[in-house]
């Protein structure tokens, strides 16, 4: 701390005698940034194992259903989207009917 008090006094001597703009203080220290990689690290390990600590505790003390197999989910899936794409899904008789009479007010409206 004594060498950088005898360094300051040094500081402004010279830039005294040449012109200078001279520091009353030390310029601000450039900031840190928050996010470094250590701190993703840590904060992402920090996040990965409180999930496995939940999923585990969950699994045991509660009546979880298995999750399908990755091939099954991928083929309920395509049929789901064929059904919406196609508009194949079968109607409920309610549905049906308010199909129906939606069809004839149409058809009255456009005669």
Known sequence: MKLLGVAMQVLKRHNSSCGCQHYESLPPCPRKPLWTGTRVMF????????????????????????????????????????????GTKKKTPIEQIAHDIKKEAKKVLDD
């Open 43 to 86: 904060f992402s390990m920090l996040t990965f194992g409180a999930g496995v600590y939940t999923g585990i505790y969950v699994s045991q003390n509660y009546e979880v259903p298995r999750v399908d197999d990755p091939p099954k989910m991928v083929e309920r899936l395509n049929a789901k989207i064929r059904e919406l794409v196609d």
